[in-house]
């Protein structure tokens, strides 16, 4: 079993959808949560970071995590199709903050 | 924010020769730098932790003589891919620590490194 599960996709929505993106975890040590987004064929961007259990909202963008489940989430309203890219989840423990990824989700938004 | 500018951002080289792929930053200075592969619809997969002043650490199976690294100063790193071959044809990008970020990365546009 890998440390981070997320599904690759790639998920299609309509513009104007709520997407809901998924990861799931083994490690019960970690403590930060970020969440990446990486257009194609570029390096990835820090969308959202959290620590411990909770939620954080930023504009369109809100993480949740929940740490009894080891299961994160990022949401995203009103999606737009700027918004296709792959998101990659990221998280670290306190003692070792290089992060380790998910593989990604692919995430389609049409017009 | 934080902007790391790594180059070039496309090469093509031919098999046996060697490419050397160059990660600044910018506006803030990183001690430490790190370098990732990734393949295509593939996870980020730590190579190797670039420190400044000191020897690379590199990560299990990864060949510290083939992938060579060098953080001579605290805004750049390279990674030298020595001897190429068509199966290291891979994304490879860098990422530093803005501590200002609390333990967010910023990373660099990537590479992509074709061998021929």
């Known amino acids: 079993q890998k440390e981070v599960e997320q599904d690759p996709g790639p998920l299609s929505v309509p513009e104007g959808a709520i997407v809901s993106l998924n990861c799931t975890y083994s490690?019960?040590?970690?403590?930060?949560f970020m969440w990446y987004r990486q257009y194609s064929r570029k390096g990835p961007e820090l969308l959202m970071y959290t620590y411990s259990s909770g939620n954080k909202e930023d504009g369109r963008f809100t993480a949740q995590v929940d740490k009894s489940s080891k299961y994160i989430s990022l949401f995203i309203r009103d999606s737009q199709p700027s918004d296709s890219a792959t998101y990659l989840c990221a998280m670290s423990t306190g003692g070792s903050y290089i992060p380790t990824f998910g593989r990604g989700t692919s995430l389609i938004v049409h017009p | 924010g934080a902007v790391v500018s790594q180059h070039p951002s496309r090469v093509i080289c031919k098999s046996g020769t060697s490419v050397k792929i160059e990660c600044r930053s910018l506006d803030f200075q990183a001690t430490t730098m790190f370098w990732y592969r990734q393949f295509p619809k593939q996870s980020l997969m730590l190579m190797a932790t670039s420190n400044e002043g000191s020897k690379a650490t590199y990560e299990q199976g990864v060949e510290k003589d083939k992938f060579l690294i060098n953080h001579a100063s605290l805004t750049l790193s390279t990674l030298t891919v020595t001897s190429a071959h068509p199966e290291d044809s891979s994304f490879y990008i860098c990422s530093a620590e803005d501590r200002g970020l609390r333990n967010g990365y910023t990373f660099g546009s990537g590479t992509r490194l074709t061998v021929v």
């Open positions: 490690n019960s040590a970690f403590q930060y």
